[in-house]
């Protein structure tokens, strides 16, 4: 491979200190040599610095950070800073409890040279206790019409591990650091948004580890506003850009109106205020306007008297 561009591998750690260490294994052990690897600790209480600090003596293509204060906790603000601090021409983010197979970086260096494209997207799968034990696979990556849509129905899903970027298409448009959940779904539709080239490569790069701390399996009050959230920030960009059809604005209003439904089931009455405020602000753009005035006067009201009517926050 001519050149051998650098690509920078950035992950995000908090307290994986018993695991972040098969994922560099797994970055040590790819047969595309020229990559540097950026973890950035949100603040971790476990011993991930004693866990780093054998890795970046054993290789100087590890390196350690910590996120900067003044940045928001999370592993968005890690991944931002990361990319910040970064010296990549292609950027792959990625998880620190995952593995990468020893192809990976190999497979999608060579193809966005033979594609010239600003993304490319493998095949991950799931793995429980040891990698060889596959579960399933992550998700569909291959869109069949329109991919925006597809994306916001959950039909298809971007595992961030398993897209790598070109530096120079991403700019500004990073991942949102007020979202606990969900950024994954909002970053990759924001550049789809913005109209990002992409190339699909069907075999399987990543492996994903499935385990009861994924944060995808924690129910919160920041879950549910993160949730609520991310399919705000698509429903404005889309607005802006007058490609919020029908269709688009019913499967983001559903989830937005389960995250009121979800809500009002742990009694966060601060959250609900603010669904509320949210909601009401955005009723004359809203092309089902009948359904927000159903919900919020008459859904919401007989599910938080009754504790019945789930059914009715649905709008089809």
């Keep these: 491979m001519p050149n051998l561009p650098l690509i920078s591998i950035i992950v995000p750690t908090y307290n994986r200190a018993n695991l972040i260490g098969e994922t560099l294994d797994s970055i040590l052990a790819q ?8 973890v950035v600790d949100d603040c971790s209480t476990d011993n991930t610095a004693e866990v780093m600090s054998k890795y970046c003596s054993k290789d100087s293509r590890f390196q350690y950070h910590h996120r ?20 990549g021409e292609y950027i792959n983010w990625f998880d620190s409890d995952d593995i990468l197979k020893n192809n ?8 966005h040279l033979n594609k010239n494209t600003d993304a490319v997207i493998s095949n991950a799968q799931v793995f429980e206790d040891i990698p060889e034990n596959i579960l399933r696979f992550w998700a569909k990556i291959s869109p069949q019409k329109d991919v925006i849509l597809e994306m916001i129905a959950l039909k298809i899903m971007w595992q961030t591990g398993a897209v790598s970027w070109k ?15 969900s950024q994954e779904w909002t970053f990759h539709l924001k550049q789809l948004i913005n109209k990002k080239t992409y190339s699909i490569n069907k075999i399987t790069t990543v492996l994903i ?14 879950k549910i506003i993160s949730t609520f959230l991310s399919r705000y920030k698509i429903f404005k960009l889309l607005s802006v850009d007058n490609n919020l059809n029908k269709q688009k604005e019913l499967l983001l209003l559903n989830v937005m109106y389960m995250a009121l439904y979800d809500a009002i089931s ?3 009455y601060a959250l609900i205020k603010y669904i509320y405020k949210v909601l009401i602000k955005e009723f ?12 919020l006067f008459f859904s919401a009201p007989l599910y938080f008297i009754t504790g019945k009517g789930y059914q009715f926050f649905k709008i089809k």
Excluded: M
């Excluded at 004359?284 to 919900?295: C, G, H, M």
């Design 31 to 38: 047969t595309y040599t020229n990559w540097e690897c950026i």
């Design 104 to 111: 990976h970086l190999y497979e999608h260096v060579s193809c």
């Design 266 to 268: 742990i009694k966060s």
């Design 209 to 222: 580890r499935s385990h009861e701390h994924r944060i995808g399996k924690i129910k919160s009050v920041k």
């Design 167 to 181: 530096r120079s298409a991403l700019k500004d448009t990073l991942f949102e650091e007020d979202l606990f959940s």
């Design 68 to 87: 900067p204060k003044d940045r928001l906790p999370g592993g968005n603000a890690a991944r931002n800073y990361g990319f910040e601090i970064s010296k």
């Design 284 to 295: 004359f753009k809203l092309q089902y306007k009948f359904s927000l005035i159903k919900v």
